[in-house]
């Protein structure tokens, strides 16, 4: 039998995938266990990506896509795996989502990790200068308190030379 998580660092055998929609209650119990908000994500569970230790969801990070704006949300890593890069991981590849889809933008909300984002690239903002279709998110509009602070990653500058670059 393999180590436990809390005693051997994140399970090598963890993936990063594209979630399916049976991964939806694993990752509505995820978020409740991380005490962040769950109302909205069924909607958006097919730009969701999990991380899994096996079969067992252990990480997600979601997007809202709104047109060439995104809203990162969603973004947790079970307890017992935090601080293992996992949560990086995954901001990783719901950015690379992102940018698949053509967004320039990413948008977020947070009470509890304005620097585990800042590190990934993302500046605070005010709220008034978010995308107005983001705002318009259920997040926005009642899930997150108004002191939760909001940030902001260009995707735009990025590599502006590559045609291959979806528009
Ligand atoms: C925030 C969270 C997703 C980070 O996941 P994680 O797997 O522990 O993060 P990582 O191990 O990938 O950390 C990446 C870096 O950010 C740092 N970091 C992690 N959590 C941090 C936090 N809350 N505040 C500041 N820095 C943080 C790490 O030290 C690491 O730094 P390094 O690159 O210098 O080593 C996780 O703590 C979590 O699920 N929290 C509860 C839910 C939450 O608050 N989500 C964010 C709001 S959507």
Redesign the pocket.
């Known amino acids: 039998m393999r180590k436990s998580p809390d005693a051997a660092g994140a399970p090598t055998a963890l993936t990063i995938a594209p979630a399916a929609a049976a991964d939806l209650g694993p990752v509505l119990d995820l978020l409740r266990r991380?005490r962040?908000p769950e109302v909205g994500l069924a909607d958006h569970i097919g730009s969701t990506v999990v991380a899994k230790d096996r079969d067992r969801v252990v990480g997600s990070a979601a997007l809202e896509l709104y047109g060439t704006a995104a809203l990162l949300?969603?973004?947790?890593?079970d307890e017992r795996?935090?601080?293992?890069?996992?949560?990086?991981r995954l901001t990783e590849s719901a950015l690379d989502l992102a940018r698949s889809h053509g967004v320039r933008a990413v948008y977020?909300l947070?009470e509890?990790?304005p620097?585990?984002f800042a590190?990934l690239g993302f500046t605070r903002i005010e709220r008034d200068a978010v995308d107005p279709a983001v705002r318009q998110s259920v997040e926005f509009t009642s899930a997150c308190p108004s002191s939760a602070t909001a940030m902001r990653l260009s995707l735009e500058s990025e590599g502006s030379a590559d045609p291959a670059r979806p528009a």
């Open positions: 991380s962040l949300r969603s973004v947790a890593v795996l935090r601080g293992n890069g996992v949560g990086r977020l947070t509890t990790a620097t585990f590190r």
